[in-house]
Every structure is written in structure tokens, then in C-alpha cells.
């Protein structure tokens, strides 16, 4: 999360003050969800929404959504399985929506947003086991990126990418 923004970084939890109407990512899918699911996911407890607030505390520079997730064993590649349990569902966290507003695209707010992501995603996982981060990426575009950081595609599903958690704290050991 060392990545310098043009604005000082807040995150929260999606809160009432903030503009979901005005965020546009570029992705339709994405900003319905906010506009539309993302409260009602967290009123319901299907998801926990965070935003990253821009140049005020209603302004939306980015968000992302996470919950829980299980697998099995026998949906990921062959090298990631070795020493996992195959008898019963494998524990993960989804990151199901990610998302930077336009205005913030190229000046380091998807970097910052998934630098938290990364670090919040492992505390949890000291709490809460977690074998892996899951993405699934909206499109070729947002595959790409997800490859670029280091994701790995589950064999049978291109567009559903992985990353241990193992994998992650290695990286932010370093750090």
C-alpha cells in the first residue's frame, strides 16, 4: 500500500453519504452492482463492501466486495491441490467485485485498492482460514490484470483466477 494517490486514502465500509450514482468504472456489470446490489448484499450479510473514498468523504475513487467462498480440491490445478484435503470443501475468500472509478484509472488507485484487498484478505485468514483469494474476471480485460498480479486460472473455469494465501503473505513479507 505504498503506492502515492492524488488524494489522501480513505477506506470505509459503503456508508449512505457516498455518490454510487455517480461512479462509472466503464464496466456496466460493476457499476450496477454498486448502485444497486452492494447495500442490500451488505444488509443481508452476502457480502462486506468496503469504498475508497476520494477527494471528499462521499466521493467513490474505487470499491471492492468480499465473502466467503468454498471449493474443491479438485478445482484447481494439480500443483496448488498437493497437501489440501480432497474429502471436503476447501475455505477461500472472494473478492467479488473490484472496481476503480474513471476519473482515477492510471494514477495508482487499482494498485492501492488491491495492496489493502491483499492485506485485509490475510488478517482474515489468521482468523479465519482461507486457503486462497478468488477473482472472476468480468471480462478478457479484467482476466488480463488479474493474470498480470499473479493469479492463476482455475483449469476447468479460464475466467475464475486464484491466488493462495500462501502466495500473499510471501509478497507482503516482503514488503
Known sequence: ???ALPFDPKKSPLK???KRADFSCGKKSLDV???RHAGQDMKRGLAAVFILE??????IAGFYALSSQS???GDLTELSVKGLPVERPIPCTLLGQFAVH???KGQGVGAWLLGHVLHEVTAHAEKVGSFALIVDAVDEEART???HCGFIPFPSTQNRLFLPMKTIKKWLDTE
Open 145 to 147: 490484470y488479474w493474470l
Open 16 to 18: 449512505k453519504r457516498h
Open 1 to 3: 500500500m505504498s503506492v
Open 71 to 73: 471449493i474443491e480440491a
Open 33 to 35: 452492482y454498486l448502485q
Open 54 to 59: 476520494g477527494e471528499s468523504e462521499v466521493d
Open 102 to 104: 474513471e476519473k482515477w
